[in-house]
T-cell receptor
Framework: DGGITQSPKYLFRKEGQNVTLSCEQN?????MYWYRQDPGQGLRLIYY???????QKGDIAEGYSVSREKKESFPLTVTSAQKNPTAFYLC????????????FGPGTRLTVT | AQKITQTQPGMFVQEKEAVTLDCTYD???????LFWYKQPSSGEMIFLIY??????QNATEGRYSLNFQKARKSANLVISASQLGDSAMYFC??????????????FGTGTKLQVIP
């Protein structure tokens, strides 16, 4: 099946630890995105990548890091520098040719205590 | 920088009635795209409708239509004949804009729609 996989669905970490969220796609889409959503809030762009080995900061990149070594994968690391990491994280992709809507993964709910 | 504004945090509509969800945007770039997504309580994001900045006609998809007023920079979503299953968060989003390239996609804060039987 074509789609976007985010794992795990729920993630718990202690404060001060770095944690990496996985996002894998088999849609052959060029662009990939990470968004953060807080309860009752909209989606805020953390990072996005238009091609392999290239990525740009979104509106709330502080405390996060990404890599794009393969077209299929765009992992997000939430570092200890992120002051309020508890949130719902959504990964999305966008076709570089023809298509115009984003496809979203099921999300990872991160809780840091 | 591009900006999306949704001024209605919550809306109520009677079942079978039509409802309009507001969205305004701000960009000086002539090339952009506008989207609407639905997010039920399950958290999944469901694509509803798309409007390109150069499209001459308003987009429609079944019960959804996008009222695109370019000069006013508004892209309101109209849902006709509301159903109970339409109760969800609705997000307006824009692709492209002043900075970040055409692949940058940013979202508004959303409108929570509740359909009353």
């Amino acid at each position: 099946d074509g789609g976007i996989t985010q794992s795990p669905k729920y993630l718990f970490r202690k404060e001060g630890q770095n944690v990496t969220l996985s996002c894998e796609q088999n849609l052959n889409h060029d662009a990939m995105y990470w968004y953060r959503q807080d309860p009752g809030q909209g989606l805020r762009l953390i990072y996005y990548s238009q091609i392999v080995n290239d990525f740009q900061k979104g509106d709330i990149a502080e405390g996060y890091s990404v890599s794009r070594e393969k077209k299929e994968s765009f992992p997000l690391t939430v570092t200890s520098a992120q002051k309020n990491p508890t949130a719902f994280y959504l990964c999305a992709t966008l076709s570089g040719t023809g298509g115009y809507e984003q496809y979203f993964g099921p999300g990872t709910r991160l809780t840091v205590t | 920088a591009q900006k999306i504004t949704q001024t209605q945090p919550g809306m109520f509509v009677q079942e079978k009635e039509a409802v309009t969800l507001d969205c305004t945007y701000d960009t000086s770039d002539p090339s952009y795209g506008l989207f609407w997504y639905k997010q039920p309580s399950s958290g999944e994001m469901i694509f509803l409708i798309y409007q390109g900045s150069y499209d001459q006609q308003n987009a429609t998809e079944g019960r959804y239509s996008l009222n695109f007023q370019k000069a006013r920079k508004s892209a309101n979503l109209v849902i006709s004949a509301s159903q109970l299953g339409d109760s969800a968060m609705y997000f307006c989003a824009m692709r492209g804009g002043n900075s970040g390239g055409y692949q940058k996609v940013t979202f508004g804060t959303g409108t929570k729609l509740q359909v009353i039987p």
